[in-house]
């Protein structure tokens, strides 16, 4: 099957051989065709250039892109959408005053949506995680990574896990899982860290690497949850188990989850809300992606990632939404893309080069997705006419898009 995309206004995220993330002052440069064609063989992308130098090709189907925009879809390397319910109550207390700490220490949070997920059956939890990857693929993203961390029992992070692998097999798009078992420590381990990281690494991980349920190990390393000592004997467990470390870290405060995730050679340290210059320094130089979730800062009111800075000091810095119950309920990486343009002063070329390439170098995909090189997967995003990329974070609330491809093919 060869699909043909003919006279697109603008193809972007052109890179010949590039597989390597973009970092510093070459974030700025987001290379790109104009007036441009784009062929699609089976599943991938095959060739492209100009459309003075259009070949004359036997096509199943031709797309005509006159006016639009095309770019490789969105490489969402942090989210949670599988979880059970919402945490709606938790959003109106914080408008009527309560902070998201405070909730938490309460038995909300995490362990609110950790009950939800332990009653649900594992149907429930797969028809409503299916509905939001389903939604996302709709808004451009071609590929994601996903997490547990809503079960904290075996059973819970297991069925979690297996909710993942079956989204896997029934869906083109591709997924990467996380396991995140500790997210929180559960109440009947509170005065008993060492106890539940016990389970974490003696019954939770043995399972998980038997059944093959994860490619990374997730710890949330954060003050109220697992200290930095903790983190790293979890970590230490997963890449015994084969999992490369993919660390939350540096949210509310900086307290060395970053060198930690350095040290064990974590692919990437996500949130990055509050950065000290010593956090900005420790990642120089280093292979591990730097990650902001604006969309949580949005949402919670709490600090940006400090982009300029970063970048300022030649890090590469990736895009993604960190979707969820409790803290962004939101999956739209156009919104994300458009909120650090407004909100962290990314321009729209770091923006979009954060949230393609840097996105599956967070995810350790770089070799297939993207951006727009032959041999990798035609996971694209046609855009509705508009007259430049500029539109696609300026119009920060329209959708802009018109067509998404997986695979080569169009996801309706
Ligand atoms: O990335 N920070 C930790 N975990 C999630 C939120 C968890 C929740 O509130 O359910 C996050 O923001
Ligand atoms: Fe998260």
């Known amino acids: 099957m060869i699909t043909l995309i003919i006279n697109i206004k603008e193809l972007l995220q052109v890179r010949e051989t590039s597989i390597s993330k973009v970092s510093g002052a070459e974030m700025a440069i987001l290379p790109t065709i104009k007036n441009a064609f784009l062929v699609i063989k089976d599943n991938l992308i095959t060739d492209f250039g100009s459309m003075n130098n259009l070949p004359k090709i036997n096509a199943d189907k031709t797309i005509d892109a006159t006016g639009k925009m095309v770019l ?5 390397s942090h989210t949670h959408i599988v979880y059970a319910g919402n945490r709606e109550q938790e959003f109106v207390d914080r408008i009527n005053g309560l902070t998201y700490e405070e909730i938490a220490n309460r038995g909300g949070g995490i362990l609110n949506s950790a009950k939800k997920l332990n009653e649900s059956t594992e149907e429930e939890i797969y ?141 990437s340290v996500d949130h990055l809300e509050v950065m ?89 995909i770089l070799e297939t997705h993207g951006s727009v090189t032959i041999g990798k997967k035609a996971n694209l995003i046609i855009t509705k006419p508009i007259p430049s990329y500029y539109q696609l974070p300026y119009a920060f609330g329209s959708n802009l898009i018109d067509a998404v491809l997986i695979e080569g093919e169009i996801f309706e």
Not at 232 to 258: D, Y
Not at 318 to 345: E, H, W
């Open 276 to 364: 000290t210059t010593e956090d900005i320094n420790a990642l120089k130089n280093t292979e591990t992606m730097p990650v902001a979730l604006p969309s949580c800062s949005y949402f919670l009111s709490i600090p940006y990632t400090p982009a300029r800075e970063m970048i300022a000091a030649g890090l590469p810095l990736a895009l993604a939404t960190d979707y969820n119950p409790g803290s962004t309920p939101s999956g739209n990486m156009n919104f994300v893309v458009a909120t650090a343009c407004i909100k962290m002063k990314m321009t729209p070329e770091e923006a979009i080069n954060a949230a393609t390439i840097n996105g599956a170098s967070a995810m350790g």
């Open 72 to 76: 490789p879809s969105w490489c969402d």
């Open 127 to 267: 028809d409503q995680s299916k509905a939001r990857l389903e939604e996302i693929m709709r808004l451009g993203t071609g590929a994601v990574e996903i997490k547990s961390g809503y079960g904290l029992t075996v059973d819970g992070e297991l069925k979690m896990l297996r909710v993942i692998q079956r989204l896997a097999q029934n869906y083109s798009i591709t997924i990467k899982a996380t396991f995140l078992g500790a997210h929180a420590f559960p109440l009947e381990y509170k005065e008993n860290h060492q106890g539940y990281i016990d389970v974490i690494i003696n019954k939770m991980l043995p399972e998980i690497a038997k059944n093959k349920l994860a490619d990374f190990i997730d710890v949330f390393c954060e003050t109220g949850y697992f200290t930095v000592p903790e983190t790293e004997q979890i970590m230490e467990a997963g890449i015994r188990f084969g999992l490369k470390p993919k660390i939350h870290v540096n949210q509310f405060n900086s307290i060395g989850g970053i060198q930690a995730g350095i040290k064990h050679y974590a692919l």
